[in-house]
Each structure stands twice: as C-alpha cells, then as structure tokens.
T-cell receptor
C-alpha cells in the first residue's frame, strides 16, 4: 500500500515570496491533515479536512496561509507572502475516518527555509 | 486547551539499558493517546496507542499504559538497542474535529 506522498521535499525561498506544497493521502482515507513542525518542537495542526470540507482551521494563519482539497483526494497548502518564522517542516497526514482513535499516517514532509 | 508534556532530551543510554520516557497530558474527556517515533531521515510513524483508560499499547518491545488517574502515558522498554535511537513524540487526540496534539519530542540516543 502506498503511503502519504508529499512534494517538494525541500524548498528555499526569500521572505515575501509565495510557495505551495502538495499532498496525496493514502487511497480511501477520508481525513487529511496539515501540520507545521518548527525545529525542536512537536507538530502543530494547521488544518483538517474531512473529504473535501474543512473540519478545523482554527490554528491556520489565514492572512497568509490557505489550503484546499479539491475532489476530496489530494491537497495543496499555500503560503503567501512567506515570513521568516514560516521556516519549518510541513507534514501531511491522513486517516481512514478521522476518529480520535484512528492512526494518522504521515508523509515525509516538506522542509521550507525562508531567507 | 489540550496539552502534552514529555521529558526533555536528549536521553543517552547504553545498549541493553532500561528506558522510561515520561509523558503527561491535560485534556477534557477521554482522549486517545499515542507514541509516534521519528527515526533519522524518516517520517513520523506510529509506535503504539491506547484508546481508553488502563489499556496498554505495545510494539517492538515498547509498552505504555493509559493511566487516567495520573493523566500519564509513559513509554517503557526493558532493553534498548542502538536501532532505537530516534525522536519519540507523545500525542493525544479527542477525535472528531481535533487532530493530534503533540509533545515537544524526546531525542533518545543509544550508545553501543
């Protein structure tokens, strides 16, 4: 079974530029998550989708971050404009139903460096 | 809000030593509890989980018991190996519209 795919793996941009990350979850998984992991910290949830609807985006900085999950499958996360403090690893995860007891499967992440 | 506190690292042990990584949580209701592991150069993967009080999760020789009375989920292993060197994250989920809430991670280093 293929795992969660993410691209690109690495990205370096200047501040105020825009960037987009892509995620393809495990086939059949209804729930998709984006997390931000700053160096030395645990991942922090940015947004959760159930199929193609947003369930929770309370921690997403909506003035600069946006995300969509068209057709309830793959998803993109965009940052525009980027700030220095956005330097982090962006993790995508998926789970079968989105219930609390479900295992979330993580992709390899995209490491973003903002200069 | 929900939070997870785990012991600071790095934790350095010799091979075959006993391991305990402490984890305590604050959450309303009855969350599910998880340990995730990140091996060098790899992504996060589930190590074990427990979904209700007194449940014990186990995998690869690691164990953790869901203790509601002490709001804890400590990770234990009787004899560690060099291959256990990794960063370990304790996490909880209350389900529904909640993703995982993670601790800061504990870097474990096992020396031969």
């Amino acid at each position: 079974e293929a795992g969660v795919a993410q691209s690109p793996r690495y990205k370096i941009i200047e501040k105020r530029q825009s960037v987009a990350f892509w995620c393809n979850p495990i086939s059949g998984h209804a729930t998709l998550y984006w997390y931000q992991q700053i160096l030395g910290q645990g991942p922090k949830l940015l947004i959760q989708f159930q199929n193609n609807g947003v369930v929770d985006d309370s921690q997403l900085p909506k003035d600069r971050f946006s995300a969509e999950r068209l057709k309830g499958v793959d998803s993109t996360l965009k940052i525009q404009p980027a700030k220095l403090e956005d330097s982090a690893v962006y993790l995508c995860a998926s789970s079968f139903r989105g219930m609390g007891s479900d295992t979330q499967y993580f992709g390899p992440g995209t490491r973003l460096t903002v200069l | 809000g929900d939070s997870v506190t785990q012991m600071e690292g790095p934790v350095t042990l010799s091979e075959e030593a006993c391991l305990t990584i402490n984890c305590t949580y604050t959450a309303t209701g009855y969350p599910s509890l998880f340990w995730y592991v990140q091996y060098p150069g790899e992504g996060l993967q589930l190590l074990l989980k427990a979904t209700k009080a007194d449940d014990k999760g186990s995998n690869k020789g690691f164990e953790a018991t869901y203790r509601k009375e002490t709001t804890s989920f400590h990770l234990e292993k009787g004899s560690v190996q060099v291959s256990d060197s990794a960063v370990y994250f304790c996490a909880l989920s209350r389900g529904g519209a909640d993703g995982l809430t993670f601790g800061k991670g504990t870097h474990l280093i096992i020396q031969p």
